[in-house]
């Protein structure tokens, strides 16, 4: 077994300041070598994501202990039998793995895969198995990643490779930030460029997708819309022709809205700055049993459309290689959106997202 420095969460809380509370500690873990099909990655870069957050407050429960992260780049190390992946080869996780066997996975992306959702919520990689120890206990794994940490063993179907020229830090965003915002535009609204667009919710993955939408737009205007007033201020530095808090929204409409806060108030925004026949895309994760509350005859009488999209319907080994080369084209400047610190800061940059006073943290091993 090799031993590696990760972040455990032990117990679920949310008590803050976190930096005080240190609900994520760094360890010293046993991690098993990879298994067929399995690929063992040296992390360089993890994204700080709110879906980490809500594993966090307990707000989506998962088998206790875990090492989190699930956004990151990295580099192959080692790779079990049957893997089509070079030894130096840099990597980007993806938090939902398709075994492309189930019915889920015949639907072109918009339904997640059966056996990843199943072992997402084991806390196991895509083949069942689990290569984390703490003393020779089992550590569960967080969407099949685990990346904050200094190695990992995933599942190769949890892989994309991507170009070493992609910054780490830009390439980890790739795979859960932009590959949810860019898609819930691209997949699920299937917007075209010439439509309005309003985004609600502006932490990464509603940057992102303004990102995606500032670079592929032709006639459209851009509406972003949060409460916090300095990420207004980056919205229209990113490429936003209009940008207001909630209450400041009224009378403004668009074709295509965005909601990527994952709050019920949220949504409920993102229908009222809906345009008739407008088209609705909600990727927010909201707590359990949060609701909202909305006019059915909105739908009926202004026909508008209400999408739900997880992981923006992406089929990730099309769709990433895509945003890289928009990347590589200058048309999705996804440096301005990160922010970099080290893994040991890991609860210093938990209070910073949940107060929402950052975009995109990035961690570095």
């Given at each position: 077994?090799?031993?590696?420095?990760?972040?455990v969460?032990?117990?679920?809380?949310?008590?803050?300041?976190?930096?005080?509370?240190?609900?994520?500690?760094?360890?010293?873990?046993?991690?098993?070598?990879?298994g067929?099909?399995?690929?063992?990655?040296?992390?360089?870069?993890?994204?700080?994501?709110?879906s980490?957050?809500s594993?966090?407050?307990?707000?989506?429960?998962?088998?206790?202990?875990?090492?989190?992260?699930?956004?990151?780049?990295?580099?192959?190390?080692?790779?079990?039998?049957?893997?089509?992946?070079?030894?130096?080869q840099?990597?980007?996780?993806?938090?939902?793995?398709?075994?492309?066997?189930?019915?889920?996975?015949?639907?072109g992306?918009?339904?997640?895969?059966?056996?990843?959702?199943?072992?997402?919520?084991?806390g196991?990689?895509?083949?069942g198995?689990?290569?984390?120890?703490?003393?020779?206990?089992?550590?569960?794994?967080?969407?099949?990643?685990?990346?904050?940490?200094?190695?990992?063993?995933?599942?190769?179907?949890?892989?994309?490779?991507?170009?070493?020229?992609?910054?780490?830090?830009?390439?980890?965003?790739?795979?859960?930030?932009?590959?949810?915002?860019?898609?819930?535009?691209?997949?699920?609204a299937?917007?075209?460029?010439?439509?309005?667009?309003?985004?609600?919710?502006?932490?990464?993955?509603?940057?992102?997708?303004?990102?995606?939408?500032?670079?592929q737009?032709?006639?459209?205007?851009?509406?972003?819309i949060?409460?916090?007033?300095?990420?207004?201020?980056?919205?229209?530095?990113?490429?936003?022709?209009?940008?207001c808090?909630?209450?400041?929204?009224?009378?403004?409409?668009?074709?295509?809205?965005?909601?990527?806060?994952?709050?019920?108030?949220?949504?409920?925004?993102?229908m009222?700055?809906?345009?008739?026949?407008s088209?609705?895309?909600?990727?927010?994760?909201?707590?359990?049993?949060?609701?909202s509350?909305?006019?059915?005859?909105?739908?009926?009488?202004?026909?508008?459309?209400?999408?739900?999209?997880?992981?923006?319907?992406?089929?990730?080994?099309?769709?990433i290689?895509?945003?890289?080369?928009?990347?590589?084209?200058?048309?999705?400047?996804?440096?301005?959106?990160?922010?970099?610190?080290?893994?040991a800061?890991?609860?210093?940059?938990?209070?910073?997202?949940?107060?929402?006073?950052s975009?995109?943290?990035?961690?570095?091993?």
């Amino acid at each position: 077994m090799r031993q590696i420095q990760a972040a455990v969460l032990e117990h679920a809380q949310n008590q803050k300041p976190y930096a005080e509370h240190q609900p994520l500690v760094i360890r010293q873990l046993q991690l098993e070598e990879p298994g067929p099909g399995e690929v063992l990655v040296r992390i360089t870069a993890a994204g700080l994501c709110h879906s980490d957050l809500s594993v966090i407050d307990g707000n989506r429960p998962r088998p206790l202990p875990m090492v989190l992260g699930h956004e990151s780049a990295g580099i192959v190390e080692q790779v079990g039998r049957g893997v089509d992946l070079a030894i130096g080869q840099q990597v980007i996780s993806v938090f939902l793995p398709r075994c492309e066997k189930c019915d889920a996975c015949a639907t072109g992306g918009k339904l997640p895969c059966s056996a990843g959702s199943q072992s997402n919520a084991e806390g196991t990689l895509l083949g069942g198995a689990r290569r984390l120890f703490l003393d020779g206990t089992p550590v569960h794994h967080h969407l099949g990643v685990s990346a904050f940490a200094s190695h990992a063993v995933m599942d190769a179907r949890s892989l994309i490779p991507v170009g070493a020229d992609v910054p780490a830090p830009v390439a980890a965003v790739l795979g859960c930030a932009v590959l949810t915002g860019g898609g819930a535009l691209r997949n699920a609204a299937k917007a075209t460029g010439d439509q309005d667009i309003a985004i609600v919710g502006l932490g990464g993955v509603g940057m992102a997708a303004l990102l995606v939408a500032a670079g592929q737009r032709t006639t459209g205007k851009i509406l972003a819309i949060d409460a916090n007033e300095e990420k207004l201020a980056i919205a229209r530095e990113l490429g936003a022709d209009d940008a207001c808090t909630p209450q400041q929204a009224e009378g403004r409409t668009a074709q295509i809205v965005i909601e990527a806060a994952g709050h019920p108030r949220a949504f409920e925004t993102a229908m009222q700055v809906s345009a008739v026949g407008s088209t609705v895309v909600t990727v927010g994760l909201p707590a359990p049993g949060a609701m909202s509350s909305i006019e059915p005859l909105a739908l009926t009488a202004g026909a508008r459309t209400v999408i739900g999209s997880y992981m923006g319907s992406a089929l990730p080994a099309r769709d990433i290689p895509c945003y890289e080369q928009l990347w590589c084209e200058g048309k999705l400047p996804l440096e301005k959106l990160v922010k970099t610190r080290a893994l040991a800061e890991i609860n210093q940059a938990l209070d910073e997202l949940a107060e929402g006073r950052s975009v995109r943290q990035v961690l570095l091993a």
